[in-house]
């Protein structure tokens, strides 16, 4: 009956979206057949994939998948072509990666709804719930109650602002955009979302003008790691991809050069993004590796 119930789950949403699955090859073979390798990402998310002012697509989660590249073509041994199509979220991501259009996304948290049509990966970065309120106008009254919270198209965010401001007025807004111009508007009190992403989009549109609530000194309202997704049962290239993250993890804690200054650039101190503590980093890397086999570098 569980596996009935699936099948009818996946082939409403591929209809619903007008998708055709596909089945001709796992995708390591694809990639080994058309020379190829496709990466589904936003081009405009800071710090994780976006256009800097050279107009060259970069960011934290470019470079992880620049790993994963790097990884199959030593594997497949052959030079792949790497290629990237613009998509604006998750929910345009899996269609693409169900047709066969896209071989991996990422910016992703674990939703228990999307495990059931694609894989995850190792998380590569930590993150958590917070608020983006207008500096300086942080409620008297911490519990929010009767507080408009703009909440974006994530279900794991409503569900923490729920649980931690149950008196909350939820309104809901189609974008980090819509949900700031509301703020700005005065239509809310406060907008919900990822740290990273609300500490990336501040920088963007008023870098002196927003404030996180909790601080940053104290806990989120939710945490949770952030790692890619990949097409289900493609088990060789799940691996793939968790040794290239394994190893930018490994390489960070045994203080590599270049592992370390690959994070660092967009999470450290002095990252993109610098809200995250080396503390936790670290710990949240430690608790990955101990769980599976740890990868040897070279002492310098």
């Known amino acids: 009956m569980l596996k009935k119930i699936f099948i009818t789950s996946l082939m409403g949403l591929l209809l619903s979206t007008g998708v055709k699955p596909t089945i001709a090859g796992t995708v390591v073979e694809n990639i080994a ?11 405009n998310t800071v710090p994780y994939s976006y256009y800097n002012p050279e107009n060259e ?6 470079d992880v998948v620049k790993l994963i590249h790097q990884q199959l073509e030593k594997e ?3 030079k792949i072509e790497l290629n990237f199509v613009e998509v604006n979220s998750l929910q345009e991501a899996i269609p693409k990666m169900l047709s066969g259009e896209a071989d991996i996304a990422c910016n992703a948290v674990f939703t228990w709804e999307r495990d059931k049509y694609v894989d995850y990966t190792l998380r590569y970065t930590i993150s958590g719930i917070r608020l983006l309120i207008p500096k300086g106008k942080i409620p008297s009254d911490s519990s929010f ?6 909440i974006p198209p994530q279900t794991f965010v409503r569900d923490a602002i729920k649980l931690n401001y149950p008196n909350a007025v939820l309104v809901d807004v189609k974008s980090l955009e819509e949900g700031t111009n509301s703020l700005n508007q005065g239509k ?3 907008l919900a979302g990822d740290s990273i992403l609300l500490d990336g989009f501040r920088q963007q549109v008023n870098p002196d003008g927003f404030e996180q609530f909790p601080p940053f000194a104290e806990p989120s309202l939710a945490n949770y790691g952030v790692g890619c997704i ?8 799940l691996n793939i991809a968790n040794y290239s993250i394994a190893r930018m993890m490994e390489g960070y804690l045994v203080k590599d050069a270049e592992m370390t200054q690959l994070f660092q650039k967009w999470m450290g101190e002095n990252g993109v993004v610098n809200i995250v503590s080396n503390e936790r980093v670290e710990l949240f890397f ?8 740890q990868i ?3 002492k310098k």
């Open 286 to 293: 430690k608790s990955t590796i101990i769980n599976h086999e």
């Open 230 to 237: 990949v097409p289900e049962n493609n088990s060789a290239f």
């Open 145 to 150: 109650a009767n507080k408009k919270i703009g």
């Open 296 to 298: 040897p570098f070279p």
């Open 76 to 78: 497949l041994g052959r």
């Open 33 to 43: 057949k058309t020379g190829t390798f496709t990466v589904a990402t936003p081009f």
């Open 57 to 62: 697509l970069t960011g934290f989660s470019i």
């Open 188 to 190: 809310i009190d406060a």
